[in-house]
């Protein structure tokens, strides 16, 4: 995560294009965050210095005010009561479908002018997981079809049984309508916060949420930014109209990104450059354990000087790469390798991007974590029974003075458990978002 090598402060220049113009639309304190963050980008581009949009929507008042807006292009909606929803998803899906016609206002007023809309929301918590089905149907509904796509963070471990299970609850629904949707980006929240308590002990949440946010928004514009800004080196080329193809395409992306200093790439040692950058492919930088093979489009830009790229970008250099992206993604209609020549840069970078990818295995991680934390409730819920039942036996000898049958004592905790398997085992009906992969 390194920012050591990247573009030359891409913000702080005036020499760069868009290839899209972005909206975001912000659901619940999660997904508003991200896609102020994302909307907050600033240029130094004339007549473009805020090139994104954003609408923020929420049901908690409190939360606006932690955000901080830059951008004169972002609104802010509340919806509901303004106390939250306390997450619970009915809460927050009642509240959106109680105030959809001033979404739907809102959404055009903000981005009548806008290429993409992202919908952008925090699983696990009940504004956001409870509005994102609503806000794909109303966007659907009303002129934006194949314009839009989704920003999803998937919760850490730790965040509790009622966050995961909020968030599968809704991954679940999404995965079964992915065909009709543009591109999902995941965002594995325990990757991310793994990686950063690792290099920053001693940071607080809101250094990490602030760090996450920003590197998602940086991430984004990167790559908006790179497919349009930057003189072709060769007759290969990504442009903007493939990029918009490319996050247009149902399914996951899988965004992977690579920088290395010049002089460290040989190109009579393919171990020089080629192990990190299939490494930076399979981890991925948002979220990662993609079956990349089932990708339907592929795209790799690399970036370099213009002393560099007539070093390094050779037919061979070329051919490398592409052989490690055709053997990731064999099934792709479409995998171009474009090389740029910035004359700016400091450094070689590497952008790859897989689209059309089914969940990744940090859902099935989910899952998993889900039923173990059902089983630990269950588990107690039945000890609490044993334990209130035996309680019971003990007055009943001391009231009646009878030798009743323990068993029979017990029976009120049998019966519980018995239901509790009945409940057990209805939760257990629940479709796996796995099945579907």
């Not at 997450?87 to 809102?106: C, K, M, P, T």
């Not at 981005?111 to 659907?140: C, Y």
């Not at 010049?262 to 192990?275: F, G």
Request: charged share 25%.
């Amino acid at each position: 995560m390194s920012t050591t090598l990247t573009q030359q402060k891409l913000l702080d220049r005036s020499d760069i294009s868009f290839s899209m113009k972005f909206g975001y639309l912000g659901l619940g304190m999660g997904g508003c965050s991200i896609a102020a963050e994302c909307a907050n980008i600033k240029t130094n581009v004339k007549n473009g210095n805020y090139p994104y949009n954003g609408l923020l929507i929420n049901t908690n008042n409190m939360d606006f005010e932690k955000i901080n807006i830059k951008n004169p292009n972002i609104e802010k909606l509340p919806i509901g009561s303004g106390k939250g929803a306390g997450r619970d998803i009915e809460v927050g899906e009642n509240a959106f479908l109680d105030h959809q016609n001033d979404v739907i206002s809102a959404v055009k007023r903000q981005f009548m002018d806008r290429d993409f809309i992202w919908i952008v929301a925090g699983l696990g918590g009940g504004t956001g997981t409870g509005s994102v089905i609503e806000a794909i149907k109303l966007l659907h509904k009303n002129g934006y079809q194949r314009k839009f796509g989704l920003i999803l963070t998937l919760p850490r471990n730790k965040e509790g049984a009622t966050v995961i299970s909020n968030a599968l609850e809704r991954l679940q629904k999404i995965s079964q309508a992915m065909k009709g949707l543009g591109s999902i980006i995941l965002v594995d929240n325990q990757k991310l916060y793994d990686k950063y308590i690792k290099q920053n002990p001693n940071a607080s949440l809101s250094e990490y949420l602030e760090f996450s946010n920003q590197f998602i928004s940086d991430t984004l514009h990167e790559l908006n930014v790179v497919t349009a800004s930057f003189k072709p080196y060769g007759d290969s080329h990504f442009d903007s109209s493939e990029f918009e193809n490319l996050i247009k395409t149902p399914g996951v992306l899988s965004l992977s990104k690579f920088s290395i200093e010049e002089r460290k790439i040989d190109l009579e040692n393919e171990s020089s450059y080629l192990p990190p950058l299939e490494e930076s492919i399979e981890s991925g930088i948002l979220s990662d354990g993609y079956k990349l093979k089932n990708a339907q489009r592929a795209a790799t830009s690399v970036i370099a000087n213009k002393y560099t790229a007539e070093r390094i970008f050779t037919l061979g250099f070329t051919d490398r790469i592409e052989n490690i992206v055709d053997d990731k993604a064999p099934l792709a209609g479409e995998k171009p390798i474009a090389t740029y020549v910035d004359e700016k840069a400091k450094g070689v970078h590497f952008y790859t991007v897989f689209a059309g990818l089914n969940l990744p295995t940090r859902v099935n991680e989910l899952v998993k974590e889900n039923e173990r934390l059902m089983e630990l409730q269950e588990k107690e819920t039945e000890e609490d029974d044993v334990f209130a039942s035996l309680q019971t036996f003990t007055r009943k000898k001391r009231i009646d003075n009878e030798s009743d049958d323990l068993d029979s004592l017990l029976s009120t905790s049998n019966s519980s458990k018995s239901q509790d398997t009945d409940k057990k085992n209805s939760k257990d009906e629940i479709h796996n978002p796995i099945d579907d992969l």
